[in-house]
Nanobody
């Protein structure tokens, strides 16, 4: 069974860069056809897709965040990382990593437990 675990700072200062890592166990991030996504959730905002990286290493981003987002991976560690620059207090959310096996369909079959990130000075 595949498990995902987010890790990173719980507190980030405004204007700084948020970096979160998702560690995958029980499966490989290079498994054919899998896409590995970052999403976030906050009250009143719902669930927002940030971006994803494919099994082959191609990255995809939400248009609203593309200019400030970078997703990469380390296949040797079976991890993928999201960096979101120039964060504001609006980025105070719960962040999740998740697996999508249906081509960026947002139909995730596996999720991490989520990690809460607070943007505050």
């Amino acid at each position: 069974q595949v498990q995902l675990q987010e890790s990173g700072p719980g507190l980030v200062k405004p204007s700084q860069t948020l970096s979160l890592t998702c560690t995958v166990s029980g499966g490989s991030i290079t498994t054919n056809s899998d896409y590995w996504s970052w999403v976030r959730q906050s009250p009143g905002k719902g669930l927002e897709w940030i971006g994803a990286i494919s099994y082959s290493g191609n990255s995809y981003y939400s248009p609203s965040l593309k200019s400030r987002t970078s997703i990469s991976r380390d296949t040797s560690k079976n991890q993928f990382t999201m960096q979101l620059s120039s964060v504001t207090p609006e980025a105070t959310d719960v962040y999740y990593c998740a697996r999508d096996r249906k081509g960026l369909s947002s139909k995730y079959d596996c999720w991490g437990q989520g990690t809460r990130v607070t943007v505050s000075s």
